[in-house]
């Protein structure tokens, strides 16, 4: 992986949720990743997980191309959410289910999901 934009830009569109985080789910390297990761598998919906840990130039370039300074960072159907913080408060609240849920909705109602479960 390069880390362009566009490289990016196609995981956050492939999948409805993303984790770049230091490490992985279960072997997260810092505590803020691995309460995102907790706060995601809490979710109980499939996520994809990058690790930023393998490539020194993985931060700095999700950090530009998202606008967003810290890690880890989370995103929901596409839009960031931010790191683990907002994360546990919107798994908290029921807002983060809402979030998933609704886009869900939308994408079945435009025909973009893949199939009657999306």
């Known amino acids: 992986m390069d880390w362009t934009p566009e490289e990016l ?9 993303v984790l770049f985080m230091k490490g992985e789910p279960g072997a997260a390297q810092c505590g803020f990743s691995n309460r995102a ?3 995601l598998q809490a979710l109980g919906e499939p996520f994809a997980s ?4 393998s490539d020194p130039r993985a931060i700095p370039s999700v950090c530009a191309w998202s606008d967003f300074p810290t890690m880890p960072q989370i995103f929901v159907h596409g839009e960031l959410i931010g790191g683990s913080d907002i994360a546990l408060e919107m798994l908290n609240d029921g807002s983060l289910r ?6 869900n909705a939308a994408k079945k109602s435009d025909g973009s999901g893949c199939c009657s479960n999306c």
């Open 9 to 17: 830009q196609a995981i956050v569109d492939e999948h409805a949720l």
């Open 37 to 39: 990761s907790q706060a």
């Open 50 to 53: 990058v690790n930023i840990l």
């Open 98 to 103: 809402e979030m998933f849920d609704a886009g």
